[in-house]
């Protein structure tokens, strides 16, 4: 499981609430990302994460923000969500192998609802 | 714009009935691609890297194969426990990965 865990792993919200969700890695990886997955969509870059404070977007990014106040956890959060974000958010962290291009090992997954 | 299509988007096989998963990409400068597999309820579980055409990989019942424009994913002789949703991922290098949509494979006795 790449030493990933996400919480939480359910929520239901109401629009124009705010929403963090958490993942967590135990293996001190320098680069962590937020993925969400949607029918008749792959899955989608929301944010990146390339050291402490160091981020970056990704290719839907509109309406989420991250932080990364320490290596092991990245959040991610919906300033007010919107039915548009019910969706399922994955975090993933990347192999180590040391060649120039490496996959990606996913966590568990949040479903969020936002009603 | 990197762009991935995966066919077909559902199958259904009977058991020990072989078949394959297409994966057709437009990636500038081609530097890997990746299949995963999903159940459902789950974040997507690694099965290959493919660097350069011609290049295969197997595991089990899983044979996975590169050319310039396409990957496909072999299943020979599968098994119920094969039943998900087998999504590939090219990548031009760095961070971006473009997944495909996916198949979703259905197995029956």
């Known amino acids: 499981d790449a030493g990933i865990t996400q919480s939480p792993r359910h929520k239901v919200t109401e629009t124009g609430t705010p929403v963090t969700l958490r993942c967590h890695q135990t293996e001190n990886h320098r680069y962590m990302y937020w993925y969400r997955q949607d029918p008749g969509h792959g899955l989608r870059l929301i944010h990146y994460s390339y050291g402490v404070k160091d981020t970056d977007k990704g290719e839907v990014s509109d309406g989420y923000s991250v932080s990364r106040s320490k290596t092991e956890d990245f959040l991610l959060t919906l300033e007010s969500a919107t039915s548009s974000q019910t969706s399922v958010y994955f975090c993933?962290?990347?192999?180590?192998?040391?060649?120039?291009?490496?996959?990606?090992?996913f966590g568990p997954g949040t479903r969020l609802l936002v009603l | 714009e990197d762009q991935v299509t995966q066919s077909p988007e559902a199958l259904r096989l009977q058991e020990g009935e072989s078949s394959s998963l297409n994966c057709s990409y437009t990636?500038?400068?081609?530097?890997?691609l990746f299949w995963y597999r999903q159940d459902p309820g789950k974040g997507p579980e690694f099965l290959f890297t493919l660097y350069s055409a011609g290049e295969e990989k197997e595991k089990e019942r899983l044979k996975a194969t590169l050319t310039k424009k396409e990957s496909f994913l072999h299943i020979t002789a599968p098994k119920p426990e094969d039943s998900a949703t087998y999504l590939c991922?090219?990548?031009?290098?760095?961070?971006?990965?473009?997944f495909g949509t996916g198949t979703q494979l259905k197995v029956e006795l």
């Open positions: 991922a090219p990548t031009g290098g760095g961070n971006k990965l473009t």
């Open positions: 990636v500038s400068g081609l530097r890997g």
């Open positions: 993933a962290v990347p192999e180590v192998s040391g060649r120039a291009v490496e996959t990606q090992y």
